[in-house]
């Protein structure tokens, strides 16, 4: 037997580590291992890694904390191409993350990932760059980032990719990426369109929808419309909406023919391959709400375009909508109700809506969903601009009650277009009585006080459209509307300054409203307003000349002239000149004031007896003082005066009954509304006047004839030289004490001054017809300027000549008439 030899074994190279095999189950273990210079360690640690981020949301917060992200996005550019795409998937699924996101922004990962988007790189990797991007495109900042880093070139190739993750990423990434108007314009350069319409070819239905939904936003613009056309773009549409098996993808393909059939030419084109026709056709039949709403809105685009609300009108576009209105949905509701605010534009639809639609929208009107109520009453207001057919059928339809409730809603379009409804209907006669009835002034005071420039200006608009009715400017008073409307003249708004006005020109057409705004201070806004070129307007201009024409008091102190077409009526009263922003009290206000030493306020009311309520109660054998008397005092010395002119009789008798007695006078004399006590003097002189002077013949006669009168009652022709003797100053003040008031009633005056004479000649010319003006001087003159026509010259036969202006002497020669430029009517004025 041989000798065994034992054979030795090698021991290993000293500088070798024998191989370990190491298992862990900590993350924070396996993220070292991401620092390791092994290439088989680094992708089994990011192996690990993506399996544990898979798993959910916390755990991709945990590797976050523990620093992996910052070793992963060194590994993602590493030149072996496992660890390269194990760490690149890593990162895709991580992407997720809202932290993750906000630290591969600081990080600045986008350039990296895009530069792995090339043909050559490995189709994991492309998917989960593209996925990175995806997720991190939801940020505006990175879509800028993308854009300027060219990444839109890249994507565009990638929708042809083999690889359905990688086509799906990437047109995902697309469509968030074009809603910045930049990428939407570059992706057209980059044909972008021809691999889109590739893709609603794919047989998975997420990748057909994100491509739908890229084209819908692209189609927004015009030249992607184009090419889509000329692509055959809308065909691929028409026959996706024809596919019942794609019926979950008929919204977006109708989302992007409403942006095609913005163009005319588009329209036609559909129109001539029997496309519109298919299209309207499917809407009628579909029961999909959202495909229902989508069509309206692609058909209200469309009406943008006067062509094509022709053509539209042409296929009968009206039936379509108006079905759409019944259906129980309330955004088909208000997308069918914007579509036919859109085609209203077109006058044939307008009067096809006016026979079917309008008693659907009124409905609507009651509808509790506001964007309903709003969209329905838009469409109404466009409807019924004029179109007096229209809105005689909204008011048929019942539509007055609801419009009116919805001045009263929270959302201004709504409110602004319902007073605009009711402003439309309420240029027929008829129409705007009933509307009145509902008490649509007093409802129009929360609009005008609206914040609302658009409310406030409809609101004021509606005013003036129905203040040309008293009972409806009474209606607005006693709402205390008009002092909201006064605000508005503030606006610094051009419209709501105009339309406010308007309706405070409108309003102003009857003294008591009048007086009410001047009161508000109209009258020193509506001059602020005239004095500023860039503020007046025709209205501002209107506004002031009526509401002094219904406020001749206010006129008369304010500007000093009244025209013969202003006519004193009872209740002016002559303050004297004021100071322009001085507020005007009226004659109640002044009524209530103590006995002061200045001038006297001179009145006119030369009302019938049985016509005021406080002179009826006084027995007949009272005297001229004491019925002139009592209105000016308080109520108190009023009854106590009245008390007082009783028999002894009488009194006793009323001692029985005092207390009782004297709370019902309390009561009543509350509960009556103020009334300056009648003039009986100047109702006399009306009354003589009458009978003397109408049945002269002539103007000039009439004239002369009337001035002798005036002068007469008071005191008579007074010689120039001696009319600083004429003691008128003195018989007024003694006038004042007597009535222990500062008001004297004209016709207690018995010597008269110029500005007397001439206030009387002017009130007693106004109620007989004879045309004339009145004119304030200074010192205490006044006079009347009358216009007449001279005889023609002697031997002239037929000629007419024109009038001639002449200034009526009342003092120094009664009748005298001087001629408005003479030297005579320049010393009577002034010396």
């Not at 007693?764 to 006079?783: H, K, M, P, Q, T």
Request: net charge negative.
């Amino acid at each position: 037997m041989g000798k065994k030899v034992r054979k030795e074994v090698e021991p290993p190279p000293k500088d070798v580590f024998e191989p370990l095999l190491i298992e862990s189950k900590a993350a924070a273990t396996v993220v070292l291992m991401l620092d390791s210079p092994e290439e088989e360690v680094l992708a089994k640690a990011c192996d690990a890694i993506y399996k544990f981020a898979s798993k959910g949301d916390e755990n991709k917060v945990a590797l976050l904390g523990l620093g992996a992200v910052e070793r992963l996005y060194k590994l993602i550019s590493h030149e072996d191409p496992i660890v390269r795409r194990n760490a690149m998937m890593v990162f895709g699924i991580m992407a997720s993350n809202h932290d993750v996101k906000k630290l591969l922004r600081e990080l600045d990962v986008t350039s990296s990932l895009l530069s792995h988007l090339v043909p050559e790189e490995d189709v994991v990797i492309h998917e989960f760059a593209t996925l990175c991007l995806a997720h991190m495109a939801v940020e505006y900042t990175t879509k800028v980032q993308i854009f300027e880093q060219g990444g839109l070139e890249p994507l565009i190739s990638l929708l042809s990719s083999p690889d359905p993750d990688v086509t799906k990423n990437s047109v995902e990434c697309i469509y968030l990426l074009v809603q910045d108007f930049q990428s939407r314009a570059a992706v057209c350069e980059l044909n972008v369109i021809p691999p889109l319409l590739d893709l609603l070819k794919s047989e998975y239905p997420v990748i057909q929808l994100l491509a739908l939904k890229t084209l819908e936003v692209i189609s927004k613009d015009r030249e992607t419309r184009i090419i889509l056309g000329e692509n055959q773009g809308l065909d691929c549409l028409l026959k996706i909406l024809e596919t019942n098996e794609f019926n979950d993808l008929h919204v977006e393909a109708l989302a992007v023919l409403g942006n095609c059939l913005e163009d005319v030419h588009t329209m036609q084109l559909i129109r001539q391959t029997g496309g519109l026709k298919k299209l309207l056709s499917f809407v009628g039949v579909s029961t999909v709400p959202d495909i229902q709403k989508n069509a309206a809105k692609a058909i209200a685009k469309a009406a943008c375009d006067s062509e094509n609300r022709k053509i539209l009108n042409e296929e009968n576009v009206e039936n379509c909508l108006i079905n759409l209105l019944e259906i129980d949905d309330d955004g088909v509701k208000v997308a069918a109700s914007q579509a036919i605010s859109a085609m209203c534009e077109n006058l044939a639809s307008k009067r096809a809506f006016g026979l079917q639609g309008i008693p659907q929208l009124v409905q609507l009107l009651s509808s509790d969903d506001e964007e309903v109520k709003e969209a329905a009453v838009i469409a109404l207001a466009n409807l019924t601009t004029a179109s007096p057919s229209n809105a005689s059928a909204v008011a048929e339809a019942e539509g007055i009650e609801p419009l009116v409730k919805t001045l009263n809603t929270e959302r201004h379009e709504a409110v602004a277009n319902a007073a605009a409804v009711l402003t439309n209907m309420a240029m027929q006669e008829p129409l705007r009585l009933c509307i009145q009835s509902h008490g649509v002034m007093s409802v129009l005071t929360e609009p005008l006080r609206s914040a609302s420039s658009r409310v406030q200006s409809r609101a004021a608009l509606t005013v003036a459209a129905f203040g040309c009715d008293a009972n409806a400017r009474s209606e607005l008073r006693d709402a205390g509307g008009l002092g909201p409307l006064v605000e508005l003249l503030h606006s610094k708004d051009k419209e709501v300054r105009r339309n406010a006005c308007w309706a405070v020109m409108v309003c102003a057409s009857d003294e008591l409203t009048a007086v009410e705004l001047c009161r508000l201070g109209a009258l020193d806004i509506l001059e602020e307003i005239n004095q500023s070129t860039g503020r007046r307007n025709n209205f501002s201009e209107a506004a002031l000349e009526r509401l002094l024409d219904n406020n001749l008091s206010q006129k008369y102190s304010q500007m000093g002239y009244l025209s013969s077409s202003n006519v004193i009526t009872d209740g002016f009263y002559d303050y004297g000149k004021i100071k322009p922003g001085v507020k005007l009290l009226s004659l109640e206000e002044l009524s209530m004031q103590e006995l002061a030493d200045r001038r006297a306020i001179i009145f006119i009311n030369a009302k019938p007896q049985e016509d005021v309520l406080a002179v009826e109660e006084k027995p007949q054998h009272l005297s001229y003082e004491q019925t002139t008397l009592s209105p000016f005092t308080s109520r108190k010395s009023s009854r106590e005066k009245v008390r007082k002119g009783k028999g002894k009789k009488e009194e006793e008798k009323m001692k029985e009954v005092e207390i009782m007695s004297e709370v019902q006078d309390e009561i009543n004399l509350e509960d009556v509304q103020w009334q300056p006590p009648p003039d009986f003097m100047l109702m006399n002189y009306i009354n003589d006047a009458s009978k003397t002077i109408l049945p002269l013949t002539t103007t000039r006669e009439q004239v002369v004839a009337l001035a002798q009168f005036v002068a007469d009652k008071m005191g008579g022709a007074i010689e120039r030289d001696k009319l600083h003797d004429f003691s008128w100053e003195l018989h007024i003040s003694e006038i004042k004490f007597e009535l222990k008031s500062n008001i004297v009633p004209i016709g207690k005056v018995k010597k008269g001054t110029f500005y007397h004479r001439a206030l009387l000649f002017k009130v007693i010319a106004d109620r007989l017809g004879i045309g004339c003006s009145l004119v304030r001087g200074e010192y205490n003159r006044g006079w009347n300027e009358v216009k007449l026509v001279d005889d023609s010259p002697q031997g002239v036969t037929g000629l007419l000549l024109p009038p001639q202006e002449y200034i009526v002497d009342l003092m120094f020669v009664p009748g005298f008439l001087m001629k408005q430029e003479s030297v005579e009517a320049d010393q009577y004025k002034y010396i």
